[in-house]
């Protein structure tokens, strides 16, 4: 029992430090698409109305496709509206430590441009 306790303390901790991860990670992204877009002389982008995380209302609509089978629950979905978006988008995603995964046409029944804790 002892045990079954402590494991299950230690799943949670690791479960928020994981969250907590992902937060910071999602928000250096966020600050570096502000950043760039903004030493570029580049004002096409704006993360707030492109950019989608589990906390946002229309996040659940974009997160995964209409036929998924499968839940996700990539850590944020971004739309890109320029060729520009994409290089930043790349760039701020890897530095920052988040995996940059294209999305399909949503066909995909296994959901996989959706990958948990994934940037979409």
Known sequence: MLLAAALTASSALAQSVT??????MLQAFEDCM?????SNGND??????????????????????PKARIDRTPAGVFFATSEDDVVRALN??????LAPVPRSGGHSYEVLSSMDTCLR
């Open 19 to 24: 969250q907590t991860d992902t937060s910071s």
């Open 34 to 38: 502000d950043g760039s877009a903004a």
């Open 44 to 65: 096409t982008i704006t993360i707030n109305t492109n950019f989608f995380v589990q906390s946002s209302p229309l996040y659940e609509d974009y997160a995964t496709g």
């Open 92 to 97: 701020c995603a890897v530095d920052n430590g």
